[in-house]
């Protein structure tokens, strides 16, 4: 069964405005990460936040993760239309050798 | 670096038929995986691979093989196809980022799909 539950399924914006995804796991984990897939193409790896960490910058995206609500937030600020994507979240369970378990994934659309 | 490539990209199959989707990396990644991705479903693993000549069952195995005798590439086959298994493939490899705290962190990359469909 699917690890993590991301919230909302859809997100529509204007261009210049803030996307915040939510996801939601069950058990345990080594660290969360989130991916973003473009229509048509594989996953792009974005960042990684380790379960001793509560917040991560890395340009326009911020990640937060709450390990006692077993929650996580990415929040891109400033969206462009090239931000329009799905974007995923994904749980490293401890001891599971580097698998990752994946969630549903938010359709983010951007508007010029 | 190619990164990851899957071949073929697209491939229509009548039920019953079977065929082979080959996964390679150029990166010596150590793991390889297999997902499959459905409307609303997420990407779900079929099998992995974390060496040569290794492989272990995944969240959806059945109906699928895989084989992995060089460490490059990784091979995941239908046997006898179904059109429950219409989907789009994805194979990603991934290295040990680091380690800390006893626990290794992984970062996976993708190829660009394989999109199958079963008649």
């Known amino acids: 069964s699917q690890q993590g539950e991301e919230d909302p399924q859809a997100l529509s914006i204007q261009e210049g405005e803030n996307a915040t995804m939510n996801c939601s796991y069950k058990?345990?984990?080594?660290?969360l990460q989130w991916y973003r897939q473009n229509s048509g193409r594989g996953l792009v790896h974005l960042i990684l936040i380790r379960s001793n960490e509560r917040e991560k910058h890395s340009g326009r995206l911020r990640v937060t993760l709450d390990t006692s609500k077993k929650s996580s937030s990415l929040l891109i600020t400033a969206s462009r239309a090239a931000d329009t994507a799905s974007y995923f979240c994904a749980t490293d369970p401890y001891n599971q050798g580097g698998k990752l378990i994946f969630g549903q994934g938010t359709e983010l659309s951007v508007k010029p | 670096n190619a990164g990851v490539t899957q071949t073929p990209k697209f491939r229509v199959l009548k039920t019953g038929q079977s065929m082979t989707l080959l996964c390679a990396q150029d990166m010596n990644h150590e793991y390889m995986y297999w997902y499959r991705q459905d409307p609303g479903m997420g990407l779900r693993l079929i099998h992995y691979s974390v060496g040569e000549g290794t492989t272990a069952k995944g969240e959806v195995p059945d109906g699928y093989n895989v084989s992995r005798l060089k460490k490059q590439n990784f091979l995941l086959g239908l046997e006898s196809a179904a059109p429950s298994q219409t989907s789009v493939y994805f194979c990603a490899s991934s290295y040990r980022l680091g380690l800390a705290g006893g626990h290794s962190y992984y970062e996976q990359y993708f190829g660009p799909g394989t999109r199958l469909t079963v008649t």
């Open positions: 058990t345990s984990i080594n660290n």
